[in-house]
């Protein structure tokens, strides 16, 4: 019973981390055709700023999570502007500038605060029991604080103008223009979101996890991995896909733990059976290349 917990416990974390990338990273392609690579290099950059705040300027934790939001944010509304705008209709040429966007940021944490392990102070101390197993406070906070931000972006979403001009873009530019959207505005708010999305998601997940320049990569698989699984595109898909995932992950370091480092594999071995079966993914929906 205290393996299962264990695996729950995980798995939901894990999933839920998962889904908030990939649905930020989903919201920017489904408005925009943008593939962002440098999507988790954001989430990397929020983190840090949380641990500079922390321990280089003494604030608590709190003020390093807002002040990343906002830089995060900013960086992410500056980066569109000067980077992916101009090159916006040419889909390989955005591809290769967020990948070089997401190496230049590695790099330049790796200058900033070296290549050394770093960690941030958990917000909530102490733990309870559930049937033998420890639950940390902080991991319960996590879970708590994804979920609810998860809710919040639905509720943006399905019950808000600009959640409205975000689907319809999203469905079909041509048409949204034509009632009257602002496309070029829409996909620029959306790059915003779905920025602040990534550092929303190292906001909640620092406490949780190690520092280091590369810690952007298997984030960015996973989610790539959870995009390509629920359907390009699909928030539905995303969502669901990453739970899938995330338990994938969870079952394989807790019932294997001498083989934890194939839980990558797995998961994406998982992703390769599903498209073999439905090559447009969970959600998606095929579609003919317009002429």
């Not at 480092?261 to 998961?267: E, I, R």
């Amino acid at each position: 019973m205290s393996l299962i917990i264990d695996i729950i416990i995980s798995g939901l974390i894990s999933g839920s981390v998962f889904a908030l990338l990939a649905i930020g990273f989903s919201l920017i392609f489904g408005v925009a055709r943008i593939v962002n690579i440098a999507h988790t290099a954001f989430y990397m950059i929020a983190a840090y700023c949380i641990y500079f705040v922390t321990h280089k300027m003494g604030f608590h934790p709190i003020w390093g999570m807002v002040a990343a939001i906002a830089l995060v944010t900013l960086m992410g509304l500056i980066s569109y502007k000067l980077f992916i705008k101009p090159i916006r209709e040419h889909e390989g040429a955005v591809l290769i500038a967020t990948i070089a966007m997401a190496m230049a940021f590695q790099e330049v944490m790796s200058l900033i605060f070296g290549g050394s392990y770093l960690s941030v102070p958990s917000l909530i101390k102490g733990y309870f029991v559930i049937l033998g197993v420890k639950v940390f406070y902080q991991q319960l906070l996590t879970l708590c604080a994804a979920l609810i931000i998860l809710t919040v972006l639905w509720v943006l979403l399905m019950r808000t103008k600009l959640g409205l001009a975000i689907r319809s873009t999203a469905q079909d530019r041509e048409v949204a223009n034509l009632m009257g959207i602002n496309e070029s505005r829409v996909a620029m708010m959306t790059m915003g979101l779905s920025v602040g999305l990534a550092a929303l998601t190292g906001a909640v997940v620092v406490p949780l996890t190690v520092l280091e320049p590369h810690m952007w990569m298997h984030p960015l698989i996973m989610m790539m991995a959870v995009v390509v699984l629920g359907g390009l595109g699909s928030l539905k898909g995303s969502f669901m896909g990453a739970y899938i995932l995330g338990f994938a992950e969870a079952l394989v370091v807790f019932l294997a733990p001498m083989g934890a480092f194939l839980k990558g594999s797995v998961a994406l071995s998982i992703m390769i059976l599903v498209l073999l079966i439905r090559p447009e993914g969970l959600f998606g929906v095929s579609f003919e290349e317009e002429r």
